[in-house]
């Protein structure tokens, strides 16, 4: 991955049905998490949901950036029970869920929860040892 110029903090782990990575909490940040998960989804042969899953990866990071100063992980999983499903999770250091607010039509921000609410079959958050993590689920084509 070094080659594609990522200045991730770390890919902790790109093997089997698990992709993981952290970015330092910068804004450009939300590009390299997106073509990470766009360029494991190829590799796992999953393009068909390459373009809905950086989408929502791109709102939940843009939402960490927006309040966390710590690094911001992302993760990919295929769990092996479930074969229609792919795992989405974005973590941060701030401890405090995310809240879900109706947008007006002329604010600019406000839509990111709404829209990962509205295309994944799931998604919640949940606390972490320093943090949270905001997961959601995507269907995987059969």
Same mark, same amino acid.
Request: glycine share 12%.
């Given at each position: 991955? *070094? *080659?594609?110029?990522?200045?991730?903090?770390?890919?902790?782990?790109?093997? +089997? *049905?698990?992709?993981?990575?952290?970015? !330092?909490?910068?804004?450009?940040?939300?590009?390299?998490?997106?073509?990470? =998960? &766009?360029?494991?989804? $190829?590799?796992?042969?999953?393009?068909?949901? +390459?373009?809905?899953?950086?989408?929502?990866?791109?709102?939940?990071?843009? /939402?960490?950036?927006? $309040?966390?100063?710590? !690094?911001? *992980?992302? &993760?990919?999983? &295929?769990?092996? /029970?479930?074969?229609? =499903?792919?795992?989405?999770? =974005?973590?941060?250091?701030? !401890?405090d869920p995310p809240r879900?607010? =109706?947008a007006r039509p002329e604010?600019?921000? +406000?839509?990111?929860?709404?829209?990962? %609410?509205? %295309?994944?079959? &799931?998604?919640?958050?949940?606390?972490?040892?320093? +943090?949270?993590?905001?997961?959601?689920?995507?269907?995987? !084509?059969?």
């Amino acid at each position: 991955m *070094g *080659g594609l110029g990522w200045e991730v903090i770390g890919v902790i782990d790109t093997e +089997g *049905g698990c992709a993981e990575w952290s970015f !330092p909490a910068e804004p450009g940040a939300v590009g390299k998490a997106r073509a990470a =998960v &766009r360029a494991q989804l $190829h590799t796992w042969e999953l393009d068909a949901l +390459g373009d809905l899953a950086a989408l929502l990866v791109s709102e939940l990071v843009t /939402n960490s950036l927006r $309040h966390a100063t710590g !690094p911001i *992980g992302v &993760r990919l999983v &295929r769990p092996a /029970n479930l074969e229609d =499903v792919l795992l989405v999770e =974005v973590s941060d250091p701030l !401890p405090d869920p995310p809240r879900e607010r =109706v947008a007006r039509p002329e604010d600019e921000s +406000g839509r990111g929860l709404q829209l990962v %609410a509205l %295309a994944s079959r &799931r998604w919640g958050t949940r606390p972490g040892e320093a +943090g949270k993590t905001v997961w959601f689920e995507l269907a995987v !084509p059969g």
